[in-house]
């Protein structure tokens, strides 16, 4: 009996492998959609990309954690 098993580990997250909307961004950053908008335009937050006009900008979360390590909050 011959059983392959994948080596493969890469496991679909929905929490970290979904992309987050301007909206989304906005309310864990807490910074204004013009902003989110500006950043995402700028490559600050890299892999953002336009899904549509209508829908609008989707921001990996990868992308965020980069954002973050660049400009931590001041507490």
Request: proline letters at 8%.
């Amino acid at each position: 009996m011959n059983t392959s098993q994948s080596n493969s580990t890469t496991v679909f997250n929905p929490l970290e492998d979904t992309p987050l909307t301007v909206r989304e961004v906005c309310e864990i950053e807490r910074l204004l959609p013009a902003k989110v908008r500006a950043l995402c335009r700028s490559g600050e937050l890299p892999g953002a990309y336009k899904a549509s006009n209508a829908s609008g900008w989707r921001i990996p979360r990868k992308a965020l954690d980069h954002y973050r390590t660049r400009n931590p909050k001041e507490q």
